[in-house]
């Protein structure tokens, strides 16, 4: 099946650093990556849409300026934490939509802890 | 607006007992349908998913769902439950195109031994 990885799968940093998350689709090539955030014992909620070369749509509420996301190859897509405050903490995942536009595959994620 | 909904929180099953985990959707048109399942600290794997053709979906790990157009569910079930069966649910669906899945809330199995 189609595996997609994150690195770092945990990250802790000092408030006002900045953090980059790489999101990678092993075996297929995708045109479209999305990235959530979970909060504990709470659903997926979408940051940003990714299409390769071009800009990401971010939801409503979601700091553009703050979570940057790069997608610049088919098979990579980045996210950069900004300026990361404590508030910023939680548990990021990837997802990348299959070669089939059906199906989305998701990340191991990566848990960010902000000190 | 599509919505997602999972009316249980929990849901309790002793091993070798089937199981039912519940969902509708509101969406228009005809949408993907999927379910993922996901354990402590780590990503969602897909299970299975419903694009069209035959109700009955079969799955990974003997999960299958069934679509039901006039009810608008998408129940997932599996005859006997194992405990390694015990984690977190999401029913999801595509409304349509390369747009992202909508999520429900969740649905935290725990399987009894």
């Known amino acids: 099946g189609a595996v997609v990885s994150q690195h770092p799968s945990w990250v802790i940093c000092k408030s006002g650093t900045s953090v980059k998350i790489e999101c990678r689709s092993l075996?297929?090539?995708?045109?479209?990556m999305f990235w959530y955030r979970q909060f504990p014992k709470q659903s997926l909620m979408l940051m940003a849409t990714?299409?390769?070369?071009?800009?990401?749509?971010?939801e409503q509420g979601v700091e553009k300026d703050k979570f940057l996301i790069n997608h610049a190859s088919l098979t990579l897509s980045t996210l950069t934490v900004t300026s990361a405050h404590p508030e910023d903490s939680s548990f990021y995942i990837c997802?990348?939509?299959?070669?089939?536009?059906?199906?989305?595959?998701f990340g191991p994620g990566t848990r960010l802890l902000v000190l | 607006a599509q919505s997602v909904a999972q009316p249980e929180d929990q849901v309790n099953v002793a091993e070798g007992n089937p199981l039912t985990v519940k969902c509708t959707y509101s969406?228009?048109?005809?949408?993907?349908l999927f379910w993922y399942v996901q354990y402590p600290n780590r990503g969602l794997q897909f299970l299975l998913k419903?694009?069209?053709?035959?109700?009955l979906v079969k799955g990974s790990y003997g999960f299958e769902a069934e679509f039901n157009k006039s009810q608008t569910s998408f129940h997932l079930k599996k005859p006997s439950a194992l405990v390694s069966d015990s984690a977190l649910y999401f029913c999801?669906?595509?409304?349509?195109?390369?747009?992202?899945?909508?999520f429900g809330k969740g649905t935290r199995l725990s399987v009894i031994a």
């Open positions: 997802s990348a939509l299959g070669l089939s536009q059906e199906t989305q595959y």
């Open positions: 075996d297929f090539q995708a045109t479209t």
């Open positions: 990714s299409n390769e070369g071009s800009k990401a749509t971010y």
């Open positions: 969406v228009s048109g005809n949408p993907y």
């Open positions: 419903y694009i069209t053709g035959d109700n």
């Open positions: 999801a669906v595509r409304p349509s195109g390369n747009t992202p899945l909508v």
